[in-house]
């Protein structure tokens, strides 16, 4: 952004000055996230920059590691650790996509309610359905871990997909409000009086208007599921592995660069997620004639 | 109109319209419940219902009521001056000796909170008691220990006779029952807990200060340029709120170990020695440094929205009229960007207080919060009560910061992206 050019030379200064400021702060934003990019290609076992590394000399780059996360291990023992992120990796997708099923639905038909005008106690029930998203998990996880047990869904599957959409559905509820304001009433209307059902206005009027809203509510309950390691560890049994669950165990007990590979994996998972919802944003923002920002 | 009329107006049906009104009002709003109720239900069960329900341990005492129950009988007759009676002494006996090992053994976890020295009394009598046949038990009992003389151990059964107790809230803020059933405070080196409370509070304060130093420049460069750098600029900001916390909390450890990339940057170019590295991982510096990296968009993104919304021609105005721009921005931009910042410090302060991950990995001793006592009891030690009571402390504090920021900012304008 170019300057006026009747600014003072103090006026400058103190402008570059808040530039430079401004660039550190997205530079300690996101400079963590890019460091375990190239660390992952390291042969150094410990999470340092060589100095062979750093020159570029070609025995200090491997792929090693990525290797035995898929579980291509040629040294003895490490295949059992290897197994166990392609089982994380299993586990994750099928607790993640169905519990962003259930939260998606759930969260959808929710925010339908919530958004008409004749809704009571509107402010409580927003703010109870929200609530599992303030809670901290560790008190969730307890309450969770003692309730499940007595019920036995502990240690299953069901259980861990049923907290997981608890956790996802505030996600699902404030994207889909968001993208039901604004939203024309009369279009119901219109679509009524022209002699369809409701089921038909549902899937044929409203639905392509707020599917933007649901998709990124349903990515980011995915994302809350797919990141979430505390609910597991109390009410997931030993051996129900999860990717952040595998990577908790690494980083208290063998640090092996493996947790890098599936970290950088991660990462490249959450840029895909991101650009598909700054996508839908625009694009609903452009159905319901809203300017995009500035 | 008034009542007669809009009584007189009928609808094609012949129906009053005002009836009819009513009636479509009444089908809408059951249909908007209707929408609400599956997910309102599963909320309940799966989410609110299991927290009550932990949050009921935090004053729990009835469990040790049904291993002893008679034994508890005979000791609300105890007048609390001098020894039992033998009949205390004899219901005592045999419930310990016809108890299952497990539960006395459960029980006795909880009586050593009360008085420490039980456990391994009761280990010893069960053990004992098997030889004895025949009274009187009092004298027996004596001679296996001199403990069941000491009047003290009698005394702090009686903590323990109400199905309900305090007990567990006392020790979440060092302090503690005696015997008698007086509020004292903990033994110095046993109280660790509003230590803790102080330093979840200070950790939870300074990440929000630091979140929003660093969030309030960003957000007002990002509201201020065009479109096409925003937006890309936005990107940065969004990134880390998609990133896995555990993946974030790992590359942290990357920078900011012995042997980090922090440390050897400033190594290598000779700012400090080789030997002396600082110690950036595994104390509280951490544990800010990190939180705040975590949390600073949910600082930036309510700042962001209220700065769209402020006009840049106030600023103009202002400067046009004489401020100079420091004042300009004080007086003028400032205020207007409030409700931003208490929105996002809000978020930023109920979102910290809660931590347990990052300072389990990052924070080492001196870095931990409330969240991770919480754990260590749940996990370790195996104290509900104490981690319930702790919860549910930590639950009404952000209870109350909830419906604040409720009242201010509104739930429905939380910001995502």
């Known amino acids: 952004m170019a300057l006026p050019s009747y600014t003072t030379t103090g006026q400058r200064v103190g402008w570059y000055a ?79 996509i169905s519990a962003t099923f259930l939260a998606t639905a759930l969260g959808t038909v929710a925010a339908l309610g919530l958004s008409r005008r004749n809704m009571p106690f509107k402010g409580t029930i927003m703010a109870i359905l929200i609530s599992p998203m303030i809670v901290p998990l560790i008190i969730t996880s307890a309450g969770m871990f003692f309730f499940y ?30 993208t039901l304001t604004g939203f024309d009433t009369n279009l119901i209307r219109a679509s009524q009086s022209l002699g369809a059902d409701t089921m038909r206005t549902f899937f044929k009027v409203i639905m392509p208007l707020i599917l933007p809203g649901v998709i990124s509510g349903a990515l980011f309950a995915f994302i809350t599921s797919f990141d979430e390691v505390v609910v597991v560890m109390f009410v997931g049994s030993v051996e129900q592995i999860t990717i952040p669950k595998q990577m908790w165990a690494g980083l208290r007990q063998e640090i092996s660069p493996v947790i890098l590979c599936m970290a950088t994996c991660l990462v490249a998972l959450s840029i895909a997620l991101l650009t598909t919802v700054e996508l839908l944003r625009r694009r609903s923002e452009r159905l319901r004639g809203i300017k995009l920002r500035n | 109109m008034n009542e007669k009329t809009a ?49 009921l341990r935090s004053v729990d005492d009835s469990y040790i009521n049904t291993v002893f129950p008679k034994t508890f009988k005979e ?12 009949e205390l002494y004899k219901t005592m006996f045999f419930e310990v000796k016809e108890g299952s090992g497990r539960s006395i053994g459960k029980a006795t976890t909880r009586m050593n909170y009360a008085k420490s020295g039980w456990k391994s009394l009761l280990k010893k009598s069960k053990r004992k008691f098997k030889k004895i046949e025949e009274g009187p038990y009092k004298e027996q009992m004596i001679a296996i220990d001199k403990r069941w003389a000491d009047i003290e151990y009698w005394k702090a059964l009686g903590v323990m006779v109400d199905p309900t107790t305090a007990g567990y809230y006392l020790n979440a803020v060092d302090l503690k029952y005696n015997v008698d059933k007086e509020v004292v405070r903990q033994k110095e080196n046993r109280r ?33 340029l065009p479109l096409k750098y925003s937006n890309l600029l936005m990107i940065c900001v969004l990134l880390p709120f998609w990133t896995s916390l555990l993946v974030r909390t790992v590359a942290w450890m990357v920078m900011l170990q012995q042997k980090g990339v922090f440390n050897n940057l400033l190594v290598m170019s000779n700012i400090i020695a080789d030997e002396n590295r600082f110690k950036l991982m595994y104390n509280e510096t951490a544990t800010i440094i990190v939180m ?17 919304t402020i006009s840049p021609n106030y600023m103009r105005a202002a400067l046009n009229l004489g401020a100079s721009p420091l004042h300009a921005f004080w007086k003028i931009y400032m205020p207007n960007s409030v409700p931003g910042i208490s929105a996002g410090c809000m978020l930023v302060f109920i979102l910290a207080i809660g931590y347990y991950i990052t300072p389990e990995l990052v924070g ?18 195996l104290n509900w009560g104490l981690s319930a009571a702790l919860g549910a402390i930590l639950l009404g504090v952000l209870t109350v910061l909830y419906w604040v920021y409720n009242k201010l900012v509104g739930i429905e304008n939380i910001k995502l992206g």
């Not at chain 1, 059992?80 to 607790?95: H, P, Q, Y």
């Not at chain 1, 047990?149 to 996600?171: E, Q, R």
């Not at chain 2, 012949?14 to 009836?19: D, E, N, Y």
């Open chain 1, 18 to 96: 808040f530039l430079t400021y401004c660039g550190l702060v997205f530079f300690f934003l996101i400079a963590p996230i890019f460091v375990i990019l190239p660390l992952s290609f390291s042969s150094s076992p410990f999470f340092e920059f060589t100095r062979e590394f750093m020159n570029f000399e070609p025995e200090a780059w491997t792929l090693r590691w990525y290797r035995q996360m898929v579980g291509i291990a040629s040294v003895g023992d490490t295949t059992v650790v290897s197994n166990k992120w392609m089982l994380g990796t299993r586990n994750s997708f099928i607790i993640g």
């Open chain 2, 364 to 381: 080492g001793k001196d870095g931990q919060m409330i969240g991770n006592w919480i754990a260590y009891h749940l996990k370790t030690t």
């Open chain 2, 7 to 55: 009584g007189s107006i009928l609808t094609t049906e012949g129906i009053p319209l005002k009836v009819s009104l009513q009636k479509a009002e009444r089908r809408n709003k059951i249909r908007a419940i209707l929408l609400v109720a599956p997910l309102l239900l599963f909320i309940l069960f799966t989410f609110l219902i299991p927290i009550g329900d932990m949050l």
């Open chain 2, 192 to 224: 660790i807990y509003n230590h803790t409370w102080v330093k979840t509070f200070k950790v939870s304060i300074l990440v929000m200060i630091f979140c929003l130093m660093l969030g309030y420049p960003i957000s007002y460069l990002l509201s201020t």
């Open chain 1, 149 to 178: 047990s007595k019920i036995g869904l502990t240690h299953t599957y069901l259980g861990l997909i049923l907290a997981h959409t608890a956790l996802g559905t505030p996600f699902v509820v404030i994207t889909v409000t968001a």
């Open chain 2, 75 to 86: 000791y609300k007759k105890w007048d609390r001056q001098g020894l039992p009676s033998e």
């Open chain 2, 292 to 308: 705040t990296q975590i949390l600073l968009p949910f600082m930036v993104l309510p700042l962001y929205s209220v700065m769209k």
